[in-house]
């Protein structure tokens, strides 16, 4: 304008949404995160470690992190699991015989499907939260409402879901209002007049006490590259947990019988 560029397109990054990451950009970003953390009590950093379950069918890392108090929480708990291949008696004999009961167990966080990229990026930002904040804040659904069951209702109803006998003391269905009956995800509008929640505060020394991280951001690194939901030869990993004909899917078993967490998220 009048002889002055006012902005230039070598300074633009288009992205869908700010924390957005590319599977490149995950890389790095979990690298840069692993060297945040220490084993020293002296400090609050938690302790950090990169780890590489195997490689995907394109022959790419599958990278995870591991965030605990200290590394000395993940060996016990793997001494501990080790034993429980013996026998369960074994576990509760050792553990009375030993008069030590202080374990932090296992709880993992994963996502296999990479073109619903904000799960991955999800994981990705409560490990920063983890390994860069003294505390962390959400807002914890309590319940619905009269209009957020109604809603509720409706949207199952015109979408023909229902809940078997057999879980249905077992799901409360919280977070399961869709922002509009095509199930696209999105913000829902109304929120507040569907659920009932309340703002809590989790101490992460305190959170890492009771328990320690194993967070896979992308399982399919070979199609968060393309942002597809199936595998680079074609398979939808989530659909292979039985056969394991592929290495992700075999990757990913041998991680979790690895470390048998008490919870997984997917």
Known sequence: LDGVTLASLDKVSIKPYASFHTMWEMYDEISRLSKEGDDDSNTPAPYVEYGVMGKSYLGYDMPYLIVAKYSTSVQKWLDLSELAYVTVTAVIEYVRRSGDDDYQV????????????????????????????????????????????????QQRKEMGLYTPKLIEDKCNYLGSIWSNPMMDSGVVDGFDSYYTSEKTTVNVADLLDDVFFILVPEENVDARMLYTRNSANGHNLNRDNSFQVMPETQNMQHLIGTYDPVTLLE
């Open 106 to 153: 296992p709880v993992l966080y994963s996502n296999v499907h990479a073109n619903e990229v904000a799960a991955g990026d999800a994981i990705l930002e409560f490990a920063r939260q983890l390994i860069e904040e003294p505390s962390i804040e959400y807002t914890k659904l309590t319940g619905f409402t009269e209009e957020g069951k109604a809603k509720l209702e």
